[in-house]
């Protein structure tokens, strides 16, 4: 696949991207709002300090993941595993 878009600011609006790939594509700072990503794969991105807001994660796996100071609903997902364990041993 050839690539289409230049290096710089684009937008796109009611646009459909479905099967596009992006690889080695630097998106920081940018906004994704009323964006369908289902069935997205997602491997070596790194979201660190990203927000999400009036996120659908229904059925949504995450594996090998650095989880240091994310939150869930404003807990520590750290201290969600810790309480998780103690529980179920």
């Known amino acids: 696949m050839e690539t289409t ?4 600011k ?4 009611h646009a ?3 099967g596009s790939r992006f690889r080695d594509v ?20 790194n979201l660190s300090k990203a927000h999400f ?6 059925d ?5 993941v650095n989880t240091s100071g994310m939150k869930i609903n404003g807990v ?4 969600l595993f ?3 364990k103690q529980k179920n041993g």
């Not at 878009?5 to 710089?8: L, R």
């Not at 949504?60 to 090998?64: F, G, T």
């Open 5 to 8: 878009i230049k290096s710089g």
């Open 10 to 13: 684009h937008l796109a609006e």
């Open 16 to 18: 459909a991207l479905s």
């Open 26 to 45: 630097c998106l920081g700072e940018a906004v994704f709002d009323d964006v369908n990503l289902g069935q997205a794969t997602f491997e070596n991105v």
């Open 53 to 58: 807001h009036n996120v659908n994660m229904t």
């Open 60 to 64: 949504v796996q995450i594996s090998n």
């Open 76 to 79: 520590l997902v750290e201290d």
């Open 82 to 84: 810790k309480a998780y």
